[in-house]
């Protein structure tokens, strides 16, 4: 079971990010359900804004208050099943109209929570971007030639 | 359409990354870069102009001698907008992973 973040490519649009929590999957799921929780890990150790109506069809806003400027997000609710299941768009106002959609999953086994993120993009161009610049290590070979390249250039 | 969405646009296309690839060794005429590819000359050539409305590349002035340049500064846009992404999650989860710890151990 992997403790770190591992990101691969199931499909056309989408991005999967996996990550193994050492706690209970009704605590996962409060952490990301409740803003008291929110406010104390969703801002990276930095002071958070929190605006959220936890419930379908709410919206979220969050204003990270980093070193390096303030970074908004923002997105709807589109699907809640306590405590398994979260379905929510994710908008990054520095990017406006990239709008992608989340999809976090939750199952526990043996007191341990393994968080399943796909985000979902709306274009196959977009993703491609994401893929093209080497962040993920399941890309298709098409794909080696300019993470290669990249890699050249920083 | 904004630029890093030319920039994504122009990297969705294989052969435009064959290009690009080709750039990164040194400048080269439409000619030397239509070389290797099964494509017309104008197919390559609407590839350049794709490449050149997004920043990718530059082209010489002379008229008959029109070398393309790779210009780097928008990739690194691009790749520095995808590390922030995925140093984000990685930070964000670090932090959800400490901050469960720690609750649990105060309850």
Not at chain 1, 109 to 134: P, Q, Y
Not at chain 2, 62 to 70: F, G, I, K, S, V
């Amino acid at each position: 079971m992997p403790n770190n973040l591992t990101v691969t490519t199931p499909s056309d649009l989408e991005v999967k990010m996996v990550r193994v929590f050492d706690a209970p999957k009704a605590l996962v799921f409060a952490a990301h359900a409740e803003p008291e929780h929110v406010k104390h890990w969703w801002g990276r150790g930095n002071p958070l804004d929190v605006e959220m109506d936890f419930r379908v069809g709410g919206n979220w806003r969050f204003v990270e208050h980093a070193p390096d400027g303030d970074w908004a997000f923002r997105g709807e609710y589109r699907d809640i099943q306590a405590p398994d299941r979260i379905v929510q768009t994710f908008e990054f106002e520095g990017m406006p109209g990239h709008i992608c959609e989340e999809t976090l999953e939750l199952t526990e086994e043996g007191g341990k929570t393994t968080v399943t993120s796909v985000t979902r993009f709306d274009t196959k161009e977009e993703r491609d971007g994401m893929i093209a610049s080497g962040m993920s290590e399941g890309a298709g070979q098409s794909y080696d030639a300019l993470a290669d390249y990249l890699a050249k250039l920083s | 359409m904004d630029r890093l969405s030319e920039v994504f646009g122009a990297l969705a296309d294989p052969t435009r990354r064959a290009i690009l690839a080709r750039l990164a060794e040194g400048e080269a005429t439409v000619n030397q870069i239509a070389e290797p590819f099964p494509i017309s000359l104008q197919a390559v050539s609407k590839h350049l102009k794709v490449l050149e409305k997004a920043g990718l590349i530059t082209r010489g002035k002379e008229a008959q001698w029109r070398p393309c340049r790779l210009d780097a500064a928008p990739l690194r846009e691009v790749a520095n907008w995808v590390t922030t992404y995925q140093r984000f999650w990685e930070e964000r989860y670090d932090e959800l992973g400490a901050y469960l710890k720690q609750i649990q151990k105060e309850n």
